[in-house]
């Protein structure tokens, strides 16, 4: 990495991006201050468990590609299969034995180093064409991360109408989901209770029904998005005059009330 003169590229898997984080950046921005063009691509796998990839799209990936691209670093995600993984420069290239891809290896595997010409070239003609075909790898995660989201909320969605159930057997009253979106993590749920019906309710029991199910749909929120903080508001209420109860669960913004009906 260090001997890069005009260029340094790499295909590395998310795992060795994140293992040699404090290398990759520390050359990055050595490499780019001297006019040096950094290229990274980055297999970003999705057949991984949802939470591994919930955790990875918050967390270190995310994290790593924001810092390698302000130490001046190009990082994609090639659309390609690679069918190796690889460090070269300008005469030089180090890339792995043993035939595993980018996309299941572990990092382990035994690399060979060169500075054959035709190899070399070889080598940066398939990663130019692998290049070619790549998305910004940010890109990419947010295409995880959508995916992700939506399988969640259908798995959330299901757990809140059972939930819904469990809410009406106590009194506060019969909900449905009126809309989701699940790239803000956002689900508007209303009271299917006529206005007469609903006013009678709250008015014979004896505490307020509304809070209640709104800290409740809080708390449903936070178990269904580990990780976030959750808010829930009523943005619609029998008792303002309104011809139905709403409320609109969606992530903590900075300085909002986890629950607040202001």
């Given amino acids: 990495l260090a001997r890069s003169k005009r260029e340094l590229c790499c295909v590395l898997s998310s795992e060795q991006l994140v293992y040699n984080l404090s290398t990759l950046v520390t050359e990055a921005r050595t490499r780019s201050g001297k006019g040096v063009s950094v290229k990274l691509l980055v297999s970003i796998r999705s057949n991984v468990n ?3 990839m919930l ?12 810092a390698l691209k302000a130490a001046g670093a190009e990082v994609r995600h090639p659309l390609d299969e690679s069918l ?19 996309i299941t290896s572990s990092g382990g595997s035994i690399g060979v180093y060169t500075n ?7 080598i940066r003609e398939y990663f130019d064409k692998l290049w070619k075909n790549s998305v910004d790898v940010s890109d990419r995660l947010k295409e995880i991360s959508l995916a992700v989201n939506k399988d969640v909320l259908k798995d959330g969605e299901d ?11 106590m009194g506060m009253g019969h909900f449905a989901i ?11 749920i209303i009271c299917t209770d006529p206005a007469e019906e609903r006013i ?3 008015k014979g029991a004896s505490g307020n029904i509304c809070e209640s199910a709104r800290g409740a749909f809080r708390s449903f929120g936070e178990f269904i998005y580990q990780g976030t903080r959750m808010a829930c508001e009523e943005v619609h209420c029998v008792s303002r005059g309104d011809d139905h109860c709403e409320f609109r669960l969606h992530p903590l913004e900075a300085g909002e009330k986890a629950v607040n009906n202001d």
């Fill in 55 to 66: 955790g990875s799209v918050r967390g270190e990936i995310a994290d790593a590609v924001k």
């Fill in 50 to 52: 949802r939470g591994q």
């Fill in 159 to 169: 757990g809140l109408k059972k939930y819904f159930e469990r809410l009406s057997g």
């Fill in 200 to 202: 009678a309710a709250k």
């Fill in 178 to 188: 009126e809309s989701s979106e699940p790239d803000r993590k956002t689900i508007v």
């Fill in 84 to 102: 190796m993984l690889m460090a070269l420069n300008d005469d030089e290239v180090t890339f792995n034995l043993l035939g595993e891809s980018a």
């Fill in 116 to 122: 054959h010409r035709d190899t070399i070239e070889r």
